[in-house]
């Protein structure tokens, strides 16, 4: 299966701020996923990732706020952007491997202050 | 609204015993299901995904399907202290484009106590 490398792992940020996050897979993929779980819950996907094209977003989830970068088939970048307390999450990307199995990065825990 | 729904838990076996996670799902257009272990702060990892109706075992683990009631179960036998973690249901449907996105269950909290 595929290797995910993200970062990074943990960050603490000021409201108002934006904060980048970078996931690079060891092996061209053509999608990749980025979810949200915020404490005590479970993973909301926020967009999915093709190399060239728009990302897609999910319901609740617009681009100025989680821009997407996919500038190649191994790696993108999700911004969150203007980041306020409620964007305290864990935020990971995820890739599809093998036939049926997705793979997941290691996680960034983004706390606002 | 697409949901996969889980008992949150905990749900506490004593070791050695037969855990039994369940998951029902709303969709009918999913294909395919995955349970997924996830200890605290670290990120989901794949235990088994199943796509046919029945049972696929696989170690210790058996993952059932039954796409008539759109319920999915995960059976853990002999649980260990080390299976102790909270346990997500995902079901696999189509984006736009082609590929598939998942939609996770809220997940269950397993306790395996000595």
């Known amino acids: 299966s595929a290797v995910i490398s993200q970062k990074p792992s943990r960050d603490i940020c000021q409201r108002g701020t934006s904060l980048t996050i970078q996931c690079q897979v060891d092996?061209?993929?053509?999608?990749m996923f980025w979810y949200r779980q915020q404490p005590g819950q479970s993973l909301t996907l926020i967009a999915t990732?093709?190399?060239?094209?728009?990302?897609?977003?999910e319901s609740g989830f617009v681009i100025d706020k989680f821009p997407i970068s996919r500038p190649n088939l191994t790696f993108s970048t999700l911004t969150v952007s203007n980041m306020s307390p409620e964007d305290s999450s864990i935020y990971l990307c995820?890739?599809?491997?093998?036939?049926?199995?997705?793979?997941f990065g290691s996680g960034t825990r983004l706390t606002v202050v | 609204q697409k949901e996969v729904e889980q008992n949150s838990g905990p749900l506490s076996v004593p070791e050695g015993a037969i855990a039994s996670l369940n998951c029902t799902y709303s969709?009918?257009?999913?294909?395919?299901f995955f349970w997924y272990r996830q200890y605290s702060g670290k990120s989901p990892e794949l235990i088994m995904f199943?796509?046919?109706?029945g049972d696929k075992e696989d170690g210790r683990f058996t993952a059932q399907l039954n796409k008539a009631s759109q319920y999915v179960s995960l059976l853990i036998r002999d649980s260990q202290p080390s299976d102790s973690a909270t346990y997500l249901c995902?079901?696999?449907?189509?984006?736009?484009?082609?590929?598939?996105?998942?939609?996770f269950g809220t997940g269950t909290q397993l306790k395996v106590e000595l």
């Open positions: 995820s890739v599809v491997t093998g036939s049926s199995g997705y793979t």
């Open positions: 092996s061209q993929v053509t999608m």
């Open positions: 990732a093709n190399q060239g094209s728009e990302a897609t977003y």
């Open positions: 969709d009918r257009g999913s294909q395919s």
């Open positions: 199943i796509y046919s109706n």
């Open positions: 995902a079901a696999s449907g189509v984006v736009t484009g082609g590929g598939n996105k998942l939609t």
